[in-house]
Nanobody, 127 residues
Framework: QVQLVESGGGLVQAGGSLRLSCAAS????????MGWFRQAPGKEREFVAA????????FSSDTVKGRFTISRDNAENTVFLQMNSLKPEDTAVYYC????????????????????WGQGTQVTVSS
């Protein structure tokens, strides 16, 4: 069974930065598109960013564009989310997700696009 483990969350002041990591195992990582989502209390899970299996294509939501950057290291089976200029409204549990990609440039932007999910890591931004 595919395993995804997020790390790097924590408490940070507004304007600060965090780097989330998601370590994947029990899969051929370079065959999978990866995504980051987040969910705040009482809200639906929200798309944050996605990356194609090679890393050549990325996409971020308008909410985080220019502040967050998704990247991956296929040699290390890890996807990252660099978060800068954090705001209190970024507070949420952040999840990574994986989907086998038949097309090299594909990535998904909806939660239903992904088959595997991590357990999440909490990010709290104080004002």
């Amino acid at each position: 069974q595919v395993q995804l483990v997020e790390s790097g969350g924590g408490l940070v002041q507004a304007g600060g930065s965090l780097r989330l990591s998601c370590a994947a195992s029990r899969l051929t990582f370079s065959n999978y598109a990866m995504g980051w989502f987040r969910q705040a209390p009482g809200k639906e899970r929200e798309f944050v960013a996605a990356i194609s299996r090679s890393g050549g294509s990325t996409f971020s939501s308008d909410t985080v564009k220019g502040r967050f950057t998704i990247s991956r290291d296929n040699a290390e089976n890890t996807v990252f989310l660099q978060m800068n200029s954090l705001k209190p409204e970024d507070t949420a549990v952040y999840y990574c997700a994986a989907k086998f990609a038949y097309i090299s440039g594909w990535y998904g932007v909806g939660p239903g696009s992904y088959d595997y999910w991590g357990q999440g890591t909490q990010v709290t931004v104080s004002s």
